[in-house]
């Protein structure tokens, strides 16, 4: 076989690889379609032949989206629309600590530090190495005047707190703000005196 009749056989299996790999991308573009979410690509199974990872897929997409949207309006300050975008992560993903989480700032910023609370405690028990829910505890706690639970929160920040972190220092400030007035509190109750405590009652007898 001569070299020139070898190249022709060459080129015309080669062309006929490159049609059937063009018809198979084709193929699966029709099966497929891309929607780019706030973190990354993911591309969609078709709902009709894969319905259940279609359902899946979209569902993630979705937290990721409405999750991302939180957290830029916690970042701006926007309480109520925060709020509301993790309303609907909650719904989708109601045992998603980072939710909780967020949630609990969202109403702390929002000046309702009871339910702030309650967000926080919720994402500890999801899971107890949620290391930003103990100290949105303790702030929530502090709000509201229960000094045990803010100090409990917060020591327990600082001993999970890696050494690097941000925010150790001001926790540990905190500390010893809200320990110094636990023990003057507790020191002013103690020197009362009876006549003190007496005209402090205001029991309707």
Wanted: aromatic share 8%; proline share 4%; hydrophobic share 45%.
């Amino acid at each position: 076989m001569s070299q020139q009749k070898q190249f022709m056989i060459t080129a015309t299996v080669s062309l006929v690889f490159v049609f059937v790999f063009i018809l198979l991308i084709g193929f699966l573009s029709d099966k497929t379609q891309s929607i780019v979410s706030p973190t990354k690509k993911i591309v969609l199974a078709d709902p009709k032949l894969q319905p259940n990872q279609h359902a899946r897929q979209a569902k993630a997409i979705e937290i990721d989206r409405r999750f991302s949207q939180a957290v830029i309006m916690l970042h701006a300050k926007q309480y109520d629309s925060a709020i509301k975008a993790l309303h609907r992560v909650l719904e989708l993903a109601p045992k998603m600590p980072e939710a909780h989480v967020n949630m609990g700032y969202a109403f702390l910023g929002g000046g309702d530090a009871k339910i702030a609370r309650d967000f926080f405690a919720s994402a500890i028990e999801l899971n107890l190495n949620q290391l930003n829910a103990y100290y949105g505890l303790a702030v929530a706690s502090e709000v509201l005047g229960d000094m045990e639970s803010a100090l409990g929160a917060m020591r327990t920040y600082v001993h999970l707190s890696p050494k690097d972190d941000p925010y150790i220092a001001k926790a540990r400030a905190a500390l010893w703000e809200w320990q110094a007035a636990r023990d003057e509190a507790n020191k002013n109750q103690n020197t009362q005196t009876p006549e003190d405590l007496e005209k402090n009652d205001t029991t309707i007898k």
